[in-house]
């Protein structure tokens, strides 16, 4: 499938599966996975159509959705031995799931690629927002046909926008850095706003792969960076392991990653 007929994929199952239950879910619709870890019929559905569609087209890849992954954590093993070596996907069928389930606009559906340990492709689709983004390695970064590149953070650190998804980092700062605000807490959301200037840095307590594999390509092909706080690159196979890395910090370019990076670690303490 080229890109424009994945996304179009996309955009036809958040339009059939996901839209028509945005502000109409019923009670027995929603349900925990874990204590405050929401799912919808929404999510189980859109990342079933999904996947089968990308199985039948590329039937030797493994396909890592989180829903499935809940499921069966085993499946996390066949995705990083398929993406270290072949081919393999990751689908998050709504991102910003309690976002959606409490009626804000402000949730996605994200599709990524990867090829031999690297994300070759990635999609965000936005249904409430009316917006798409694709990347393709090499190939740049683009919002509904318009290529994209995150604006000039400038010299001043002290003039940049920080943001975070951890409740409790917010509010907290870094030498030099104004404290940290809360970000959309739908990494859907997140990539794209920092791609179009709403944010210079996004600092996350976690890296699993269908959250940030779409993300990282949109944002480094944009001209950003994403990395551990140790400088390592992101790593969408190894995302169990961030806790050796630190924090995955996004930013607005390398030279802005550079900065912040070495300070990240220390919001890790309490």
């Known amino acids: 499938m080229d890109t424009d007929a994945v996304l179009e994929l996309i955009a036809d199952v958040a339009a059939r599966v996901i839209t028509p239950r945005f502000r109409s879910l ?11 870890d929401l799912v919808t019929i929404a999510d189980r559905e859109a990342e079933v159509e999904l996947t089968a569609a990308l199985l039948a087209a590329y039937p030797d890849a493994v396909v890592l959705g989180e829903e499935a992954y809940a499921g069966d954590p085993a499946l996390a093993d066949r995705f990083t031995a398929a993406a270290r070596s072949g081919h ?28 031999e340990g690297l994300v070759t492709r990635a999609w965000i689709h936005q249904p409430q927002h009316g917006r798409s983004y694709v990347a393709e390695r090499g190939a740049g970064t683009w919002r509904d046909g318009e290529r ?38 739908c990494c859907g959301l997140d990539y794209p ?10 600092l996350y307590g976690n890296g699993a792969p269908w959250d940030h594999a779409p993300g990282s390509l949109l944002v480094t092909e944009a001209g950003g960076a994403t990395g551990g706080a140790d400088g390592s690159p992101y790593d969408p196979t190894r995302a169990h392991l961030l806790d050796e890395h630190g924090p995955l910090v996004v930013a607005a370019s390398p030279a802005v990653h550079a900065v912040v990076a070495p300070l990240a670690g220390s919001l890790v303490a309490p």
């Open 26 to 36: 019923t009670s027995d619709e929603v349900s925990e996975k874990n204590p405050g």
């Open 193 to 202: 706003s920092l791609i179009e200037g709403k944010a210079t840095i996004a």
């Open 88 to 115: 393999a996907f990751t689908v998050d069928p709504v991102d910003g799931t309690k976002n959606f389930v409490n009626g804000s606009p402000d949730h996605a559906v994200m599709v990524a690629e990867l090829r």
């Open 148 to 185: 994209l590149t995150v604006p000039e953070a400038g010299d001043d650190p002290a003039a940049w926008l920080p943001v975070t998804s951890k409740r409790r980092w917010r509010g907290r700062g870094l030498p030099g850095l104004r404290p940290f605000e809360l970000t959309w807490v």
